[in-house]
Each structure stands twice: as structure tokens, then as C-alpha cells.
Nanobody, 122 residues
Framework: QVQLVESGGGLVQAGDSLNLSCAAS????????????MAWFRQIPGKQRDLVAR???????IYAASVKGRFTISRDNARNTVHLEMNSLRPEDTAVYYC????????????WGQGTQVTVSS
């Protein structure tokens, strides 16, 4: 039902910033989109995907401890988009970042983007 496409990844130096975007299609309206929990995950080679940040339709957010104070997740329900502002990037932030959507269960993300690579050099 929902298709997600990420963009904005790249190669940066430690301390730099990046802004990731995720565009959702296959939803009938922004009202419909607002019912989805949206999240960013990241995956380091050889490891499982970890939750980076989550934002509910009303704007409430949850962050992984490792990114609190550095990353900001936001959404624009009218445009069916979600964003991740990443500041003070560290080499350990290097990963493939995925946009994901849940229809309400915070433990089950049914829809995933293809991922965008973020590489932070020291």
C-alpha cells in the first residue's frame, strides 16, 4: 500500500551535517499518511537494523540514545514526507539509513524504503 523512497545520503566528514528525506506514495491523503508511524532505521554491515528515530502522526518523537541531541526527525503529513536532520555526525553513524512505516504497531514496520548510504569519515 505504501511505497517509500529515501534520498539525501552521502559522504561527509565527522562533525558535518546531512538531511535525509523520505517520500511516501500509495496513500490516499495526508490524513491517511498521518495515521502511520514513521521511522528511520540504520544498518551497519554485519549487524541488524536499529531504530534511529520515530515520529507519530501527531508529532511525538522517540530517539535512540546514541543520536539524541544530534538528530531530529520530522514529518509533513500534507506532503507525505518524513525527514531526518543529522548534525555532528560521527564515523559510527556510518550506515545505510532506511525509512519505514507502520500502520500503528510500533513493533511492526510493514513498509520500507530501499535505503540511502551515509558515510562519515574521520
Amino acid at each position: 500500500q505504501v511505497q517509500l523512497v529515501e534520498s539525501g545520503g552521502g559522504l561527509v566528514q565527522a562533525g558535518d551535517s546531512l538531511n535525509l528525506s523520505c517520500a511516501a506514495s500509495g496513500v490516499t491523503s495526508g490524513i491517511t499518511f498521518s495515521r502511520y508511524l514513521m521511522a528511520w532505521f540504520r544498518q551497519i554491515p554485519g549487524k541488524q537494523r536499529d531504530l534511529v528515530a520515530r515520529v507519530a502522526g501527531g508529532g511525538s518523537t522517540i530517539y535512540a540514545a546514541s543520536v539524541k541531541g544530534r538528530f531530529t526527525i520530522s514529518r509533513d503529513n500534507a506532503r507525505n514526507t518524513v525527514h531526518l536532520e543529522m548534525n555532528s555526525l560521527r564515523p559510527e553513524d556510518t550506515a545505510v539509513y532506511y525509512c519505514a512505516a507502520s500502520d500503528g504497531d510500533p513493533m511492526l514496520y510493514k513498509y520500507w524504503g530501499q535505503g540511502t548510504q551515509v558515510t562519515v569519515s574521520s
